[in-house]
């Protein structure tokens, strides 16, 4: 009998979201054990913002210029490398329940296999002889309760009264919406009246209690459990909504509340920044395309940031709830527990919210907590090297007692920042690539040293010139751009020389975006 | 508006590929429809998720092997104009083009992508294995 991997991920999740990442309001003690009794990692990157590329990191070990999935509606390719796959034939049983999200959303075409499982009532797929990504199980769902998925189909079923109770994420034109339901008029902020246990936090926790449940004892198991939140839209269930005042939030420190200082900080940045601020310049679907940033109150900014922390909450229950079952069946000593998210959310910062071409820390630093097993005797740490989650297959594996597999592009995580050192973390890449009916923007950015550096691509906006540089120690905030002044030139060039040299080559043709999102 | 387009190269002479893109009827053999139905200058196609879409026939040109079709009456897309051109490369080789233009604008990734998928299905109807002739 092996160690069992339980691999907990949210979505949109900023890295101060924690308690034990410095979170003030939202209550999560149970994650916040979690990173106790285990190795926090303080400088995770993401190797995209957006869903779909980073996901497909977490799976198959490797950056978006490998894997190719360079966009929201990009699918993965079916044979594309699965760690998934590896413990499956290493004999681990092998689930994903919740959000997977490696294939576009919008499907009408039903082409693709994780839309076409919940339609067959199954929850596993045979492709060419290959179990679908690997897994036994896939259990899905996502922001709300239409859509072709698990949970969607459960609501309809079972409580149809309860699916237009979600705020509907796309209007009538298939754009993401910018209404807002409640009294700030927030975009994408709405009251659900949904029961909590309804809601789909506790809905994928069920399901993943269920799926473990059903296992033999002595079975070995990875399940990735994806919970959709705390991804817009903000509509937690109302009856929740008591948790946090949204008139008792503060503003966050990132959110300057003066609009000129604000300006001038977005000014100082590559174009994209002022461009989507003022409503001029929309590159990418992930946020509402008729929803103007600049017109962002103080209030909505208050009321977003609570309904997060309550959607936080909840998932850090639903957390507790695993963990509870897992020690009721025997398997506590002999669990690792890994806790991250797919990328992080403006909430507010430089007067924006969601998330596109910007790679600050608000999107690109995100939670990472790995609680070994404690039958494996790793004493608890703080890493402070960078680290991304293009480590998490190979981390997988070495908990499985694996070798990394060769379609990996990243050693294991470390257990310390000493364990960094010897496995070579000394700095972490994020690739953007959006391309939206001709409006093209590109970014590669290296975090090294305490350095943030990006450079901006060739496009609709950039002509390879621009970037930015952030001294992480000097600039937590990321407002004072480094980029032009020559006081920094050679830590630039320095940074840049080693980020075009450690990111690998994309294949020569680009994959096809076969849907929106 | 939406303006997407994607081609395939195909080796098989132009006239046996016309022969399926140009049959408004038989789009079911090689787009990721369930099937389809054609009355006059009408089709319906109704899709594995269980929509149906209405569209208008607007050019069946054998000369010119184009076909263009329009989705009709429908509460999401308000314009719809679809080409498809077939045309020679060579005796033996053909490239086919499948452009959009539509709105809304998401729409036309999601029609694109389908029509992507359709395009290498066409191909490999016309591979040395599966060889329609």
């Known amino acids: ?517 | 508006m939406g303006t997407v387009r994607r081609h395939i190269y195909i080796d098989a002479p132009v006239d046996v590929v016309w022969d399926i893109v140009g049959a408004p009827d038989r789009l079911h053999e090689w787009f990721p429809i369930d099937s389809c139905e054609v009355v006059g200058n009408k089709r319906w196609i109704n899709l594995p998720s269980g929509l149906r879409f209405e569209e208008d026939i607007v050019t069946l040109d054998h000369d010119l092997r184009r076909f263009q079709y329009a989705i009709v009456n429908n509460m999401i897309v308000t314009h719809h104009l679809a080409t498809v051109d077939v045309i020679a490369d060579g005796a033996d080789r053909c490239i086919v083009i499948y452009a959009t233009d539509i709105e809304p604008e998401p729409m036309g990734l999601v029609i694109i992508g389908a029509a992507g998928s359709g395009l290498k299905k066409l191909q490999s109807m016309f591979s040395p294995v599966n060889g329609v002739s």
């Not at chain 1, 948790?243 to 174009?271: C, H, M, S, T, Y």
């Not at chain 1, 936080?312 to 506590?332: P, Q, T, Y």
């Not at chain 1, 908990?399 to 990243?410: D, K, R, T």
Request: proline share 7%; net charge negative; with cysteine.
């Open chain 1, 1 to 517: 009998m092996g160690r069992k991997i339980l691999f907990i991920t949210t979505d949109q999740q900023r890295f101060d979201a924690l308690g034990c990442n410095g979170g003030l309001i939202a209550r999560t003690p149970n994650i916040d054990a979690l990173a106790a009794h285990g190795i926090n990692y303080n400088r995770a990157h993401p190797q995209n913002v957006v869903c779909m590329p980073s996901r497909s990191t977490m799976i198959t070990g490797q950056h978006v210029s490998t894997h190719g999935v360079w966009m929201n509606g990009v699918p993965l390719p079916v044979d594309a490398p699965s760690v998934a796959s590896t413990l499956h034939d290493a004999g681990y049983k092998t689930a994903l329940i919740g959000k997977a999200h490696f294939e576009p959303f919008l499907d009408p075409f039903l082409r693709f296999a994780e839309n076409q499982l919940a339609a067959a009532g199954t929850h596993s797929l045979i492709e060419d002889g290959y179990l679908h990504r690997g897994f036994d199980h896939m259990e899905s769902a996502a922001h709300g309760g239409m859509g072709t998925f698990h949970y969607a189909q459960w609501l309809m079923k079972n409580h149809p009264e309860a699916v237009p109770m979600y705020y509907r994420v796309l209007d009538m034109e298939l754009q993401v919406s910018a209404l807002g339901g409640t009294n700030t008029g927030a975009p994408q902020a709405h009251i659900n009246n949904i029961p909590r246990e309804w809601y789909h936090t506790d809905w994928v926790a069920d399901r993943a209690i269920a799926w473990l449940e059903s296992l033999d004892p002595d079975a070995d198991w990875f399940c990735w459990v994806s919970f959709p939140d705390p991804h817009h839209p903000w509509d937690p269930p109302a009856s929740e909504l008591h948790r946090v005042n949204w008139r008792d939030v503060d503003l966050p420190v990132g959110f300057p509340v003066d609009r000129a200082q604000r300006e001038a900080i977005l000014d100082a940045k590559p174009a994209q920044w002022r461009k989507w601020y003022d409503g001029d310049f929309v590159s990418n679907y992930e946020a509402p395309r008729r929803w103007v940033p600049n017109t962002l109150t103080e209030d909505q900014v208050r009321e977003i940031n609570a309904l997060t922390h309550i959607e936080n909450e909840l998932i850090d229950e639903a957390v507790g709830r695993l963990m509870k079952h897992v020690e009721s069946r025997g398997w506590g000593a002999d669990t690792d527990v890994l806790f991250s998210t797919d990328h992080g959310e403006f909430q507010g910062d430089f007067g924006l919210l969601f998330k596109g071409p910007y790679h600050v820390d608000a999107l690109m630093r995100v939670p990472l907590i790995w609680r070994p097993a404690p039958s494996a005797g790793v004493d608890p740490a703080t890493v402070t090297a960078p680290v991304g989650h293009v480590s998490l297959a190979a981390t997988f594996c070495e908990i499985a007692g694996l070798p990394q597999p060769a379609y990996v592009e990243a050693p294991r995580l470390p257990v310390n920042d000493e364990d960094a050192r010897s496995l070579g973390h000394e700095r972490v890449l994020t690739e953007w690539d959006s391309v939206l009916f001709g409006k093209i923007v590109g970014l590669r950015t290296i975090c090294r040293d305490g350095w943030v550096a990006t450079a901006c691509l060739p496009g609709s906006l950039h002509n390879g010139t621009e970037g930015e540089l952030y001294n992480l120690a000097n600039d937590p905030l990321q407002q004072i751009n480094l980029w032009d002044d020559s006081a920094y030139r050679s830590t630039r060039e320095d940074l840049l020389a080693d980020m075009w040299d450690s990111l690998p080559t994309p294949d020569a043709v680009r994959r096809e975006c076969d849907a929106p999102v």
